[in-house]
């Protein structure tokens, strides 16, 4: 059984910053990568961010050079820290884990809702 838990999603203010986490547990092997997905209402989930077991990144567009993504691999956690948020920034964050060789199968979070308002 695995296991994602996120933390840290609120409520902030357009400019403001916020950082989630997620941590994973449970019996993980071969994990390829870690990321955060978002849903805002009435819209399809989308890839925010993703960093994969070697290190590297990829982002959407729409939040390079505002978000980064970090990992402790000896923890099996992943963060993300968003700066300049932007009211469009508003969703349900999930946390998402892909493990396998060959055969690969994602593991979400519950999620955490972020909203960004004055």
């Known amino acids: 059984q695995v296991q994602l838990v996120e933390s840290g999603g609120g409520l902030v203010q357009p400019g403001g910053s916020l950082r989630v986490s997620c941590a994973a547990s449970?019996?993980?092997?071969?994990?390829?990568?870690m990321g955060w997905y978002r849903q805002a209402p009435g819209k399809q989930r989308e890839l925010v961010a993703r960093?994969?077991?070697?290190?590297?990144?990829n982002y959407a567009d729409s939040v390079k050079g505002r978000f980064t993504i970090s990992r402790d691999n000896a923890k099996n956690k992943v963060y993300l820290q968003m700066n300049s948020l932007k009211v469009e920034d508003t969703a349900v964050y999930y946390c998402?884990?892909?493990?396998?060789?060959?055969?690969?199968?994602?593991?979400w979070g519950q999620g955490t809702q972020v909203t960004v308002s004055s």
């Open positions: 449970g019996s993980i092997f071969s994990i390829n990568s």
């Open positions: 960093i994969t077991n070697g290190g590297s990144t």
């Open positions: 998402n884990l892909e493990v396998g060789v060959g055969l690969r199968v994602n593991y």
